[in-house]
């Protein structure tokens, strides 16, 4: 019988030339770097293994660590041979990688996180992709760009999106090979490779990367681990990835600031209030009012609103930017009970963490595997979710992150943003250097940011406005001066802040004329500093 606990070397000397290599990872979280360290190392030792594909469920990096190493090792020998491709759902936090992918020096494709974690279950059953409605009308679908990033991957085609009509309704079918190799992340393996995640800020989609590599005609499965165990140490219920499946084990430190080997995240080596080891409360801090919590206060109110709506709390995900404020509100509202936030890597509840760190929480209740977080969002379990947004256009079109120069992929926003019944986009209304201040009670412009964000047409399409009417969602566009909502005439324009001019300050700035019928001014409370007694006005309505 073959040895299962080997070094790292002799375990990456295990993947063959031409490998596809799915390696888990939501940014630090779940992400084996100590394995890609060594995979890199073997390469430029020996030159092997080379012509490899590499996929994940997110993106197994942050700046300096994990695939941003490999962008570094091509961007320094570009005719290297040593990765000839990648599918990630997300590039924004390697940056080196991204120079690569934009030079062309390699193919790169890109899904939705939810799309990919939802994947790899699809190739473990055997199935020849995955089906979905998610992308239709966006960016991805074949009658637009496909989910190629550029030219190699147009050339190549490793991975499609394909159209096709089941029953009279449109889907389509996320294409990929299937991996062979498996780099996971885990906290401990008992002697027989059963592995649990005790120490893990997520669950991510380690079972389900296993059992994709695992499926016939199977492949090598490599676990990163902090600790052994003798057999039985492991609760049966807490075992993650039985040992059966699991073909070499690595041990390895947590390591230094400039190793991070086995990082919860990438600020926490290890915290307690991660795992959900140890008990967290955030107090609440008064902070500035600025125009940026006046979007994520009017986005609090539609909450509560929904919650009097449905009689019952709600399910809400928060996505980056503006809308991670809105949690803030929440909090500073004691809404808690009747908002329950959710992070799309499996969290639920606490205090989502943002940059390097996001996808894991403090204090969270419940952490489910990334899978099955993205089933309840595509589904429409959740009940609302609020986004933010870089370019919004006359139909309703949504691009949140694309610009030329910058190549970060969709991460969660497609699924989120279809499944959701209702979206509720967050941002300012310009961009660039502004001077824009909440004062008495009402918005001050003084300079005005010089990037326009509405626009005629957005540069890519990730949230299709024509698919979310046809679906009967509800839509609103909320800024810190406007708030729109989407219909089947286009835009309209429902609320004004107070302070502001119509013509000057809002359509003049604007590629296209919104429709405006009865417009109303925001809520005044919004733009002073007391709280809007949200939780009061809720507990009224819930008696109701």
Same mark, same amino acid.
């Given at each position: 019988?073959?040895?299962?606990?080997?070094?790292?070397?002799?375990?990456?000397?295990?993947?063959?030339?031409?490998?596809?290599?799915?390696?888990?990872?939501?940014?630090?979280?779940?992400?084996?770097?100590?394995?890609?360290?060594?995979?890199?190392?073997?390469?430029?030792?020996?030159?092997?293994?080379?012509?490899?594909?590499?996929?994940?469920?997110?993106?197994?990096?942050?700046?300096?660590?994990?695939?941003?190493?490999?962008?570094?090792?091509?961007?320094?020998?570009?005719?290297?041979?040593?990765?000839?491709?990648?599918?990630?759902?997300?590039?924004?936090?390697?940056?080196?990688?991204?120079?690569?992918?934009?030079?062309?020096?390699?193919?790169?494709?890109?899904?939705?996180?939810?799309?990919?974690?939802?994947?790899?279950?699809?190739?473990?059953?055997?199935?020849?992709?995955?089906?979905?409605?998610?992308?239709?009308?966006?960016?991805?679908?074949?009658?637009?760009?496909?989910?190629?990033?550029?030219?190699?991957?147009?050339?190549?085609?490793?991975?499609?999106?394909?159209?096709?009509?089941?029953?009279?309704?449109?889907?389509?079918?996320?294409?990929?090979?299937?991996?062979?190799?498996?780099?996971?992340?885990?906290?401990?393996?008992?002697?027989?490779?059963?592995?649990?995640?005790?120490?893990?800020?997520?669950?991510?989609?380690?079972?389900?990367?296993?059992?994709?590599?695992?499926?016939?005609?199977?492949?090598?499965?490599?676990?990163?681990?902090?600790?052994?165990?003798?057999?039985?140490?492991?609760?049966?219920?807490?075992?993650?990835?039985?040992?059966?499946?699991?073909?070499?084990?690595?041990?390895?430190?947590?390591?230094?600031?400039?190793?991070?080997?086995?990082?919860?995240?990438?600020?926490?080596?290890?915290?307690?209030?991660?795992?959900?080891?140890?008990?967290?409360?955030?107090?609440?801090?008064?902070?500035?009012?600025?125009?940026?919590?006046?979007?994520?206060?009017?986005?609090?109110?539609?909450?509560?609103?929904?919650?009097?709506?449905?009689?019952?709390?709600?399910?809400?995900?928060?996505?980056?930017?503006?809308?991670?404020?809105?949690?803030?509100?929440?909090?500073?509202?004691?809404?808690?009970?009747?908002?329950?936030?959710?992070?799309?890597?499996?969290?639920?509840?606490?205090?989502?963490?943002?940059?390097?760190?996001?996808?894991?929480?403090?204090?969270?209740?419940?952490?489910?595997?990334?899978?099955?977080?993205?089933?309840?969002?595509?589904?429409?379990?959740?009940?609302?979710?609020?986004?933010?947004?870089?370019?919004?256009?006359?139909?309703?079109?949504?691009?949140?992150?694309?610009?030329?120069?910058?190549?970060?992929?969709?991460?969660?926003?497609?699924?989120?943003?279809?499944?959701?019944?209702?979206?509720?986009?967050?941002?300012?209304?310009?961009?660039?250097?502004?001077?824009?201040?909440?004062?008495?009670?009402? =918005? @001050?412009?003084? /300079?005005?940011? #010089?990037? &326009?964000?509405? $626009? !005629?047409?957005?540069? %890519?399409?990730? +949230?299709?406005?024509?698919?979310?009417?046809?679906?009967?969602?509800?839509?609103?566009?909320?800024?810190?001066?406007?708030?729109?909502?989407?219909?089947?005439?286009?835009?309209?324009?429902?609320?004004?802040?107070?302070?502001?001019?119509?013509?000057?300050?809002? =359509? @003049?700035?604007? /590629?296209?004329? #919104?429709? &405006?019928?009865? $417009? !109303?001014?925001?809520? %005044?409370?919004? +733009?002073?500093?007391?709280?809007?007694?949200?939780?009061?006005?809720?507990?009224?309505?819930?008696?109701?």
């Amino acid at each position: 019988m073959a040895r299962k606990f080997v070094s790292g070397a002799e375990a990456v000397s295990k993947i063959p030339d031409g490998a596809v290599v799915a390696i888990t990872g939501f940014n630090a979280a779940t992400a084996p770097f100590y394995l890609i360290d060594e995979l890199i190392e073997r390469y430029r030792k020996t030159g092997h293994p080379r012509g490899l594909f590499i996929i994940s469920d997110t993106l197994p990096a942050i700046p300096g660590f994990g695939l941003d190493k490999v962008g570094k090792l091509i961007l320094e020998d570009p005719h290297q041979d040593f990765v000839r491709g990648f599918l990630l759902p997300f590039y924004g936090w390697a940056p080196e990688l991204q120079k690569a992918v934009m030079k062309n020096l390699v193919e790169a494709y890109t899904w939705s996180i939810g799309i990919a974690a939802r994947w790899f279950r699809s190739v473990a059953a055997g199935e020849p992709g995955l089906f979905s409605r998610v992308g239709l009308g966006t960016f991805v679908d074949p009658r637009q760009d496909n989910c190629f990033l550029n030219e190699l991957a147009r050339e190549r085609k490793t991975v499609t999106v394909e159209l096709y009509e089941v029953h009279g309704r449109e889907y389509l079918l996320y294409r990929a090979p299937k991996p062979n190799v498996a780099l996971v992340r885990v906290t401990t393996a008992d002697e027989i490779g059963n592995l649990s995640m005790e120490q893990e800020a997520i669950y991510g989609s380690v079972l389900a990367v296993v059992q994709a590599t695992k499926a016939h005609p199977g492949g090598v499965v490599i676990a990163q681990v902090l600790r052994t165990v003798t057999l039985g140490e492991i609760h049966p219920k807490h075992v993650v990835v039985p040992g059966p499946l699991v073909d070499y084990i690595v041990v390895t430190k947590r390591g230094s600031e400039v190793e991070k080997y086995h990082w919860q995240s990438g600020s926490f080596d290890f915290n307690p209030v991660l795992s959900g080891d140890a008990p967290y409360s955030a107090a609440y801090k008064p902070v500035e009012l600025t125009i940026e919590r006046v979007a994520a206060r009017r986005v609090a109110v539609e909450l509560v609103n929904l919650v009097g709506r449905l009689g019952r709390p709600v399910i809400v995900n928060l996505g980056i930017g503006t809308p991670t404020m809105v949690a803030d509100i929440v909090r500073e509202e004691r809404l808690d009970e009747f908002i329950h936030l959710t992070v799309e890597s499996g969290p639920w509840g606490g205090v989502a963490l943002m940059d390097v760190d996001f996808g894991v929480a403090m204090g969270p209740y419940a952490i489910i595997p990334m899978p099955d977080q993205f089933t309840v969002y595509e589904g429409g379990a959740i009940d609302a979710t609020s986004l933010g947004f870089m370019q919004i256009d006359k139909e309703g079109n949504v691009n949140p992150s694309f610009m030329p120069g910058r190549l970060p992929g969709p991460g969660g926003f497609p699924v989120i943003s279809t499944g959701s019944p209702r979206v509720y986009f967050a941002g300012g209304f310009t961009a660039g250097r502004r001077n824009i201040a909440v004062k008495d009670c009402r =918005l @001050a412009i003084a /300079e005005d940011g #010089p990037i &326009v964000k509405f $626009v !005629e047409r957005v540069n %890519k399409i990730v +949230f299709s406005g024509r698919y979310a009417l046809e679906g009967g969602k509800e839509v609103l566009y909320i800024t810190e001066r406007a708030v729109f909502k989407l219909t089947p005439s286009g835009l309209e324009l429902v609320e004004v802040a107070p302070g502001v001019d119509l013509e000057k300050d809002i =359509l @003049a700035k604007m /590629e296209f004329k #919104p429709v &405006v019928r009865h $417009v !109303e001014e925001m809520d %005044k409370k919004l +733009f002073c500093e007391e709280r809007l007694g949200l939780r009061e006005k809720v507990l009224e309505m819930v008696k109701r």
